[in-house]
């Protein structure tokens, strides 16, 4: 008896510490809700960083491409198309089970320019344009068809005030350029899941925009599966009231959500209005830049709470929400870092320089215990 119970003690202790030991993961706390993702450049991508590597398997289910399924870098010339990074994405992204995500088809950026142009540098007609980007489509889809499992098809065809970008696509092929796109892209792979995927659709007429081109595309049988809420926010923008909101107006149309490059910056805001476009390249001064020497504790306060209060939303459509994908694994990765004013010390995402995680991770976790009602 008495050794039985100290064997017993003995094994509660050991449990015990292993339960508290247990590192907690995001993949883990959000397990049945929706799958965490993160962003990967080339160096996590090819194994150069182990660190950032060990991070995603630790924590993550589900990877974004950062830069190399652009058009620009996977089909750099019209004859050449470039899979060795890419293959390296994919294959990572199976050898850890991970749900993987296709960024982007079409798009005005990170796009060459001979997309647009024939061998004399003039403009293509509408079908020369269409027949090249099925061309890409098809060659890209295709090759992973059944591997990646959701595309982001068309990137950024709203302006803000909800009518379309006149992007070259749009003004050489017309409006139905977005339709045709998902068309090419359900041929090359019918199993993939098809994504709207833009920035500031938290905003009300940007946001009309988007229902009516989703309602739309719907009624006329496009196979659109979901919409991408890229998520480039900051302390104030948006309103967990507007994020609700768009979350709600998208699932009213029968697609699912995807959070699909959250970031959350806690700089001094550089540009006039809250955008993610990025070609904005803004001068950088010292006001800009606070935070060189590290982050403030109430900052990593104001930040932790934040996170918090944006997943209470999202696990309250967690029927709806698919994905929160990080658009970085750490606050060195990111991009943010870069944009819009070069060379600044941001601080937007879960695990810091060194790869520690913050208190926004510790705020994150917590979240998924407490879902809001
Ligand atoms: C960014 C990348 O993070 C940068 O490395 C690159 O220089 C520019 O693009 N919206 C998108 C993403 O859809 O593709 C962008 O990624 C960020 C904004």
Redesign the pocket.
């Known amino acids: 008896m008495q050794v039985r119970s100290t064997v017993l003690t003995a094994l509660l202790v050991i449990g015990f510490a292993a339960t508290a030991q247990a590192p907690a993961s995001l993949k883990g706390a959000y397990q049945g809700d929706f799958v965490i993702g993160a962003?990967i450049n080339a160096a996590q991508i090819t194994g150069e960083d182990a660190r950032g590597d060990a991070t995603l398997k630790a924590q993550f289910n589900s990877i974004s491409p950062?830069?190399c399924l652009k058009w620009e870098s996977v089909h750099p010339q019209p004859d050449r198309y470039d899979f060795t990074i890419p293959d390296l994405y994919v294959a990572f992204g199976e050898k850890n089970h991970m749900f993987i995500v296709g960024?982007?088809l079409v798009w005005h950026n990170?796009v060459p320019a001979w997309v647009f142009r024939d061998d004399k540098g003039s403009l293509l007609d509408r079908d020369a344009l269409l027949a090249r980007m099925r061309d890409h489509i098809h060659t890209v889809v295709g090759r992973y068809k059944g591997r990646i499992q959701s595309w982001d098809v068309v990137?950024e065809a709203l302006n803000e005030d909800g009518t379309l970008r006149q992007s070259l696509w749009e003004k050489i092929i017309g409006d139905d350029y977005i339709a045709k796109a998902f068309q090419y892209a359900h041929e090359a792979d019918p199993q993939a899941q098809l994504t709207y995927?833009d920035?500031n659709l938290e905003n009300e007429a940007k946001r009309k925009g988007a229902i009516a081109l989703v309602t739309k595309l719907k009624a006329e049988g496009v196979p659109i599966t979901s919409v991408g809420l890229?998520g480039?926010d900051s302390l104030t923008w948006p309103t967990v009231d507007q994020m609700d909101a768009a979350i709600s107006d998208f699932a009213k149309l029968d697609v699912k959500v995807a959070i699909s490059?959250l970031d959350i910056d806690v700089l001094p805001p550089a540009a006039r209005q809250q955008t993610?476009d990025?070609t904005l390249n803004i001068q950088q001064n010292a006001a800009l830049n606070p935070y060189v020497n590290g982050l403030p504790d109430s900052v990593q306060q104001q930040l932790a709470k934040r996170y918090a209060d944006l997943f209470g939303v999202f696990l309250k459509h967690r029927d709806v929400v698919t994905r929160v994908t990080f658009?970085g694994v750490t606050d060195g990765d990111s991009?943010r870092n870069d944009w819009p004013v070069r060379g600044r010390t941001s601080y937007p995402l879960l695990f810091d320089r060194a790869g520690q995680p913050k208190a926004a991770f510790d705020a994150v976790i917590r979240a998924a215990g407490q879902p809001a009602s």
């Open positions: 962003a950062e830069n960024h982007n990170q990137n995927n920035y890229q480039h490059e993610a990025v658009w991009w």
